[in-house]
């Protein structure tokens, strides 16, 4: 497809991991904040390809990993009542709540339906008068344009009987968390390009000030995922931490005005709690109060669900970058994607999911020492 | 509120991320354990082998292998197949023409040649005659294309409402030429791994067609009747060590299935795959992998180096092989594993998928 | 996260007082919103994510940075010097 084989041209990644090694005299450690970089990583290999000395830390940007376990626990709620339409986004199917995914739910009689769109979803509501049709509206920034906007149609049609489970999560209040953790070995991000495609780069700048971090705004490609490495070490090289833009055919500056507007009409920044990871103060959207007859936790009285995590896997430090998921005891063992321990073996872009699926070979532990 | 209000003393307890999730089990079928990867060989290994018993040395293949005693002799395969596909009607066929050329090329693929086939319907109430009668009409004109008869049937009717209107299981028994021994264990290192076409074809027009994620494409089902291009490629070099047709799951999970039946190695090269830019687009945008997608009328075939070429040129020269390519190769290492060699020169594990493709959004 | 991918825009129209398109991804065709991008016009490729035109794709600059990457090493390759190893 044009925009997407250019950018995997395998001689032109090896001219940019020539470059990489050339400039890199020291270890770095670089974190890909988004889950389809991570993705991108893993399925081409970049990893291995890449000097030994720059490590990657693959970080907590899959929308579907970080939700939290007391959401899904909802929205297995709701989509179990028989009057109910629930309509999901595929890869939410799989993740498990509290002792059952929506995939149960469904073989129990739930009327659990995979879109590809929002819209779809109001498109059901309209068709099913007599149901109501519950959209899942997760995501990060890039989803949320969409999101809003079903809600605003609903609204706007007049549809009673169409609402939203809404658990959307913030890019820069996680890279803000990661940065300031005394134990974050992090030197360097790059930033995710789709969702600077949607709020443009500005929120980044007070970030690099803030933490003297260089970001790298990067897409996706193998080729954009390489140009955001080299971006970075150039700077940590030269001792420099700058905001970059290596994504600037897809993102600028000031990003989708229109779709921030929609965002800022619908959704209001709440406190979110990150599966895994834990609270992170402002790191969400939910609903503005304008829309509150719309939000399926009200409409279904869950608000009051609230699911506890407790602590048996060690995706939490691996999400830090204090080890490879093959360090921890249960990788490939006792936790699989078949019956994960934790949010990150869940999802393909998962960093455990993604480590189990492409690197089992890799048996040995992964070197992680410093200096 | 701004971003960068977040307060220091407020931070996450990054010393105790952690991220808990029970064990998961299945008390129930879901929808992925009929998806062909892992849920199905799970079911296939823990409910039905120990139900069913063993048979001695019978292996996990598209067709069981039936050697005939006493002055007969010979040796028959044997298969059945059901087919729930949704819609019943999709670009380039339909469940009945499915059920025939599917059938056929599981019988096909341990060489033998097909028959005869059974046809048995589920039908709901309700279903328009003329539906039915359509079914009907493609499945005899694709036996009889093929060559290979509807012997037997049945039908039954169950309540509206069940049944998605129509099902349709088949049958099929073969004859298995003397001196043709194909079965998955038989992969060995050196063997050359082909495949017989354009990959994901089926898949994407199926999808295509699906609630909730049509999409307007000219991909139209490859389905399509494999025993005579298996028998061309038998003509050339009856030594082929394996076969199989790579439907549910995709090229990946007939790859799987067979590493782990001989216990060897096999790697591909991505760069070689044959994936038409509409089935790439496809799966671009729903985030699947076409390694997963199913096929209908593909088959992978194992072979011993020394016989690529004779093969090769049989299959070149058949309709269904025109586009045939090597794409990998049986090694030494890492027995039981699939390895891809990414177009950067890079390597990963291939694995069997789990159940159902889901479109992703991330 | 956020898988997105671009697709060419070969036709415009309104459905209900919200601007929509056909976008063509190398032969799959898919109606998608155009509403946050509603000047983009046919021919003009977009970032689609979950049905949501997102992003102008940007031809001058994709084509500068190809550039760019082709430019990488030719220096050294014209002193007769190969690529750095690990």
Known sequence: MKYLDEFNDPELAGRLFDEIARVTTRRWAIMEVCGGQTHSIIRNGIDQLLPDRIELIHGPGCPVCVTPLGVIDKALEIASRPDVIFCSFGDMLRVPGSGRDLFQVKSLGGDVRIVYSPLDAVQLAEQHPDRQVVFFAIGFETTAPANAMAVHLAAQRGLTNFSVLVSHVLVPPAISAIASSPVSRVDGFLAAGHVCSVMGTWQYGPLVEQYGLPIVVTGFEPLDVLDGIRRVVVQLEAGEARLENAYARVVSDAGNEPAQRMIDDVFEVCDRQWRGIGMIPASGWRLSSRYAAFDAELRFGVDGIDTPESSVCRAGEVLQGLIKPNECEAFGTTCTPRNPLGATMVSSEGACAAYYQYRRLDTVPVSIGVG | ?362 | MCLAVPGKIVDVRDERGTRMATIDFDGIRKDICLAYLPDMEVGEYAIVHVGFAISRVDEASALETLQMFRDLGILDEELGVTGGTT
């Open chain 2, 1 to 362: 509120m701004n971003v960068t209000d977040a307060q220091p003393d407020s931070a996450p307890d990054f010393e105790n991320w952690s991220c808990p999730l029970p064990l998961r089990s299945h008390d129930r079928v879901v929808i992925g354990h009929g998806g062909g990867g892992k849920l199905s060989a799970e079911l296939i290994e823990h409910l039905f082998l120990p139900a069913f018993g063993r048979v001695e040395g019978a292996e996990m293949h598209d067709a069981a292998t039936l050697t005939l005693t006493g002055s007969a002799g010979g040796r028959l395969a044997f298969s059945t197949d059901s087919y729930v596909v949704r819609p019943l009607f999709f670009p380039g066929g339909c469940i009945g023409d499915l059920a025939v050329n599917g059938t056929i090329n599981d019988v096909a693929m341990s060489g033998a040649v097909p028959i005869a086939l059974s046809a048995g319907f589920i039908v709901e109430e309700g279903l328009e005659l003329a539906t039915l009668g359509t079914v009907a009409e493609r499945m005899g004109d694709a036996a009889r294309a093929a060559g290979v008869p509807i012997v037997t049937g049945d039908t039954k009717v169950v309540d509206a409402g069940l049944a998605d209107g129509l099902y349709v299981n088949t049958a099929g028994v073969g004859v298995i030429p003397e001196g043709v021994d194909i079965r998955p264990s038989r992969a060995t290192p050196g063997d050359v791994v082909i495949v017989s076409g354009p990959i994901g074809l089926h898949g994407v027009a199926v999808m295509s067609q699906r609630e909730g994620l049509e999409f307007g494409t000219e991909i139209r089902s490859d389905s399509a009747a494999l025993h005579g291009l298996v028998a061309a490629m038998l003509a050339a070099c009856a030594d082929v060590h394996v076969l199989r047709d790579p439907t549910r799951g995709g090229l990946a999970a007939s790859l799987c299935e067979i590493a782990a039946s001989a216990c060897v190695g096999v790697e591909y090269d991505e760069a070689s795959l044959p994936v038409p830019a509409e089935v790439a687009a496809a799966c671009s945008f729903l985030g699947l992998d076409p390694m997963h997608i199913a096929n209908e009328g593909k088959l992978v075939a194992f072979v011993a180096a020394a016989d690529v070429d004779d093969v090769m040129a049989a299959m070149l020269s058949h309709e269904h092989g025109r586009e045939a390519r090597v794409v990998g190769r049986v090694v030494d290492g890492h027995p039981g594993v699939v390895v891809a060699r990414t177009r950067l020169g890079a390597t990963r594990v291939v694995d069997l998928p789990l159940g159902e493709q889901l479109p992703r959004i991330c």
